[in-house]
């Protein structure tokens, strides 16, 4: 699962001031060297064009390798090899504490160990068909996250059973879900979306907020598990966006119904998952208006 | 006795409860609660608490806009980021507008207690 940035982990244990942690960042931008001065180093452009680069990326979210492909100056295998080189220079932050004497790299070490979260292990076969899934990447990403925050925030664990494509969620129309959707907006729109049965949700509050059942109402129980999600949704965007890109995310969305879901994103899929308190699935989808919109384009 | 009050700012009733709960527990005094930006600041200025805990993805004014806010009348003010987003950029951009800390959640009750205990 997508670690919190390593920084920040170090924030919250009181380890780094925050003085440290926003000195380190400026000196690894300050030693990191950018893309467009190894471009213009490798001869691949010139300080012109890095400009022109610069000037298209203040209106858009795109990375600048990716505009510089798109404006035609520099090749894929060109911009392969420039983030090649970037990774060869690039100094860690962990490595800049220690440069900066913040902390020992004794203490560094250790405090990386803990910082590190173990991989899941998704069944083989539910793996192959990920595997061959378009947005494979996504997919992973989410069925890793959703198994471990669950376990890690209500204290049972989560299997991600199984993946249905748009057309087998439609089964599910009739079922008596709750839904909560989150929209995150980057270079790429995606929807997030939760579903499951009222006594899973009033579980999900119970456990969250530490309350007896009983004591869960109907509102409580949606706004805990949209609020679940919405911790999804921050470990999500921080695994499958870019760095270099910002995004915004929306808070959670309600609905009394399975079909919100199939009627607000397109291109869905839905990630099934299995614990002792019940099923639910989670949803990963584009935005209606901008599925529609990219399928004009082409 | 110290100024141990907190307004927890949240647009989620379940983390506004598990907050108060927890501060409650061990000597803060919430004294208020706001569910989105525009909320944060007007109960911010209206109850000048010592600390705030602020969510960043909210209805309306967001927390950022919300933050900077809040730090342009009082730049004294002690705040601390409560949010689900964690990237590099959030962390960067919330400490250079002036918030003390920023907790990531899901968050422990040891962590906020830790943190709020450490702001001078």
Redesign the interface.
């Known amino acids: 699962m997508a670690n919190k940035f390593f920084g920040q982990y170090l924030l919250e244990k009181g380890l780094i001031s925050k003085d440290q942690l926003l000195n380190t960042l400026a000196e690894q931008r300050r030693q990191n060297p950018r893309l467009g001065d190894l471009a213009i180093e490798q001869d691949y452009i010139t300080e012109d064009q890095a400009k022109k680069i610069n000037q298209r990326q203040l209106s858009t979210d795109a990375r600048f390798g990716d505009l510089a492909i798109e404006m035609g100056f520099i090749s894929t295998e060109q911009l392969d090899h420039l983030i090649g080189l970037q990774g060869q220079k690039r100094k860690f932050f962990g490595e800049l504490l220690v440069e900066l004497n913040y902390m020992t790299e004794a203490v560094v070490t250790q405090e990386l160990e803990s910082h590190k979260s173990t991989q899941g292990v998704l069944s083989d076969l539910v793996q192959v068909v990920i595997d061959s899934h378009p947005e494979s990447d996504c997919i992973n990403a989410c069925a890793d996250i959703v198994s471990k925050l669950f376990t890690r925030i209500l204290s049972v664990p989560a299997q991600f059973s199984e993946l249905l494509s748009t057309q087998e969620l439609d089964g599910f129309a009739e079922t008596p879900f709750y839904t909560s959707s989150i929209s995150i907006e980057s270079v790429k729109s995606t929807v997030l979306s939760i579903a499951a049965e009222k006594n899973l949700m009033e579980e999900i509050a119970s456990r969250l907020i530490k309350m007896d059942k009983s004591e869960v109402d109907l509102e409580l129980a949606i706004d805990a598990t949209g609020e679940f999600l919405n911790i999804v949704a921050g470990y999500y965007a921080k695994e499958v966006i870019p760095d270099d890109c910002s995004y915004k995310a929306s808070p959670p969305k309600h609905a009394d119904n399975f079909v919100s879901i199939t009627k607000e994103s397109a291109d869905l899929c839905g990630l099934k998952f299995e614990s002792e308190m019940g099923v639910f699935f989670v949803c990963i989808g584009q935005k209606q208006e901008e599925f529609f919109n990219s399928h004009q384009c082409g | 006795m110290h100024n141990k009050t907190v307004l927890i700012c949240d647009?989620?009733?379940?983390?506004r409860?598990?907050t108060r709960?927890a501060l409650s527990r061990h000597g803060y005094e919430v004294i208020s609660e706001a569910c989105d930006g525009r909320e944060a600041v007007d109960k911010y200025l209206e109850h000048k608490p010592k600390f705030t805990l602020l969510d960043l993805?909210?209805?309306d004014t967001d927390g950022k806009q919300a933050l900077k806010e809040i730090i342009k009348s009082d730049p004294a003010a002690k705040i601390v980021i409560l949010?689900?987003?964690?990237?590099?950029?959030d962390?960067?951009e919330c400490?250079?507008n002036g918030a003390?800390?920023?907790?990531?959640?899901?968050?422990e009750e040891d962590?906020l207690l830790?943190?709020l205990d450490?702001i001078k």
């Open positions: 647009d989620s009733r379940s983390i409860t598990i709960r993805v909210m209805p949010s689900s987003l964690g990237s590099e950029n962390v960067e400490l250079k003390c800390s920023y907790i990531q959640k899901p968050f962590v830790r943190v450490g």
